[in-house]
Nanobody, 121 residues
């Protein structure tokens, strides 16, 4: 069994900061790319940021310069530092990871349960 568990969401005022964490646990041989996505009410889930196992990052235009994705491979954890938050950043944030469970298996995509981020005064 593989699990991704997010934490760090909450209510923050516009201009504030939050740091999300997502820890992978279970029977994992290797983690490849990891990422953060978000879904606001009435909208489709959208990419926020991704990071490869080598540390190459990619960001949605809407968060460039404000959000930073990072990972700690020793802890199987990915982070999202969110600064200068705006009301339009309000959404449920999900992490995902491409993970192989054994040396011989192909990687599959796993998702966390989501954490709510609300930006409001």
């Amino acid at each position: 069994q593989v699990q991704l568990v997010e934490s760090g969401g909450g209510l923050v005022q516009p201009g504030g900061s939050l740091r999300l964490s997502c820890a992978a646990s279970g029977s994992i041989f290797r983690i490849y790319g990891m990422g953060w996505y978000r879904q606001a009410p009435g909208n489709q889930r959208e990419l926020v940021a991704t990071i490869t196992s080598a540390g190459t990052t990619n960001y949605a235009d809407s968060v460039k310069g404000r959000f930073t994705i990072s990972r700690d491979n020793a802890k199987n954890t990915v982070y999202l530092q969110m600064n200068s938050l705006k009301p339009e950043d309000t959404a449920v944030y999900y992490c995902n990871g491409e993970m192989a469970r054994t040396r011989y298996s192909s990687p599959s995509t796993y998702w966390g349960q989501g954490t709510q981020v609300t930006v409001s005064s």
